[in-house]
């Protein structure tokens, strides 16, 4: 369901609206201002912009195109900021199944190449996750691994890094490290929907 975005100035108290009831995602480089946004296909096609991402600056709200979906087979998804790639997220899936290819933007929206073996570190720096062609894998820092599972999208740790959690279809899964990494759903929704995670402790 698209979503207003408002900046709020808590010092002044004031607000304005961003996009009205454009998006459902948001990421910010608040080096450098830019926002990159997944404008709902409910939306582009009545009324606007045509499904995709876009980006603009807190400077200027005009919504430039990023990437656009080509057809109805495809589904784009707005990852995170990534600061040490300095580089946006974005996951597209071209097909009904299978994993979901991952594209890095920078602010200005240029492709960045990356590497096929993206990892995700831990928070403590203990483990990583190596995103392979088919795989994820979970490893110790000197190089062990500890685990193998599905691809999927983007990995969340935990912050004390306890363990992580993946969107698997129409589900949240939890692998936990005390459990041997073993997946565990905590959360499902409807098959079709969207979910939205963010891990705060």
Known sequence: MPHDLREVNLEAGTQRVLLDGQHCGAELDS????????????????????????????????????ILLENEEESLNLGSWDPTLGAFNVYCLTSGSGPHERIAYSPDGEQIEID???????????WVVEQGEDTLIVRMMDGEVVREFARTGEVYWQPDSSALFVIRGPTLVRYAADQNWAGVTVSEWMEGSKGLVIVTR
């Open 116 to 126: 096929p073996r993206y990892v995700f570190p831990s928070p403590d720096g203990q």
């Open 31 to 66: 080096n450098s201002g830019t926002m990159f946004v997944n404008v709902c296909k409910s939306f582009g096609i009545l009324n606007g912009p045509a499904e995709g991402i876009f980006r603009f600056t807190l400077d200027d709200l005009t919504l430039r195109p990023v």
